[in-house]
């Protein structure tokens, strides 16, 4: 089994100006994150708007992301569900469309006990082919595992892989210790942070607007360089910081517009994208100088 590491890019799922999934801009998004360097690709979570589209759309944005990927890099499925059972039928589909791996957010509405947490992830590993990437997000989850709570989660086969999207860094320090490295920690929010604690990758959104970039920097990080890749990180952090907090999926579709990949607006509840956001956009990556999408050949 492939051990995932590296900067992942967070996608976001493209629209047609109907509403409907822009399978076509999807397909070049994939071939431009890849041939950018990035490691791996995550469709279908919170960015990726998967608690606004249906079944079939879901099974249609993992069957054209993993087609499309054709094996470059693996592609981890988010199969979040409230209900244990439905999660566990989305993370056999994902298996049965191709995917390399699923990310499952704990149940987010229920506020649910350790030893329910537990039962949760072991129902969707019972019998699952592929990797587990625990998803921690107390912002949006409701519930906060802790460093404990994953290290216990580690020990259910394929539950080996843990997105920590917390400002507190010392906890993939914790992860990793209290888990005597049985679970790879990749950083959501704190991603350089994160590598320096012992990340093996970052699942990362601004990846979606400079893959290149954000790909290199554990590169750097693994070649000593821990100056230069600080240096780098700094000039991206207004990138960061645009896609953080509430504007993560409008800011993220702004960006790429202004580069050159239009993936429409964001489905409600979300608010379209405005003149504003695309304003800001293009002032982030003048500012940046970020490198557009190249152009679908003639």
């Known amino acids: 089994m492939t051990q995932f590491a590296g900067t992942y890019t967070i996608m976001v799922t493209p629209f047609d100006e109907d509403g409907s999934v822009d399978v076509e801009a999807l397909r070049r998004y994939v071939d431009w994150q890849i041939d950018a360097g990035i490691r791996g690709l995550i469709p279908l979570g919170s960015t990726g708007e998967f608690l606004s589209m249906t079944d079939g759309e879901i099974d249609l944005v993992t069957d054209t992301v993993v087609r499309q990927a054709a094996g470059r890099v693996p592609v981890i499925v988010g199969a979040t569900a409230e209900d244990s059972r439905v999660a566990a039928r989305k993370c056999r589909r994902a298996e049965a469309l191709g995917a390399d791996g699923v990310m499952v957010l704990p149940p987010f509405y229920s506020t649910p006990t350790p030893d ?10 019972d019998g699952l082919g592929i990797p587990v990437m625990v998803y921690n997000n107390p912002a949006v ?8 709570l994953i290290a216990r989660l580690g020990t259910i086969p394929n539950c080996c892989y843990v997105k920590e999207s917390t400002l507190d860094v010392t906890r ?3 992860i990793l210790r209290y888990s005597d490295g049985r679970v790879t920690v990749f950083g959501g929010i704190m991603g350089y942070e994160s590598y320096l604690e012992g990340a093996l990758g970052w699942a990362s959104v601004p990846a979606n607007g400079a893959p290149a970039e954000f790909a290199r920097l554990p ?3 693994d070649a ?6 600080r240096a780098s990180y700094l000039r991206l952090l207004p990138l960061v910081d645009f896609v953080a907090g509430q504007r993560y999926v409008a800011g993220t579709k702004a960006v790429l517009r202004q580069l050159g990949l239009p993936v429409g607006s964001p489905r409600p509840p979300r608010l379209p994208l405005t003149d504003a956001d695309l304003a800001a956009a293009a002032g982030l990556v003048q500012a940046l100088a970020l490198p557009a999408v190249p152009p679908v050949p003639a």
């Open 172 to 174: 993939v320090r914790d």
């Open 141 to 148: 989850a409701n519930v906060d595992l802790s460093p404990q």
């Open 116 to 125: 329910e947490i537990f039962r949760h992830y072991a129902c969707l590993a």
């Open 219 to 221: 590169a750097l990080i």
């Open 224 to 229: 000593g360089d821990v100056a230069g890749a």
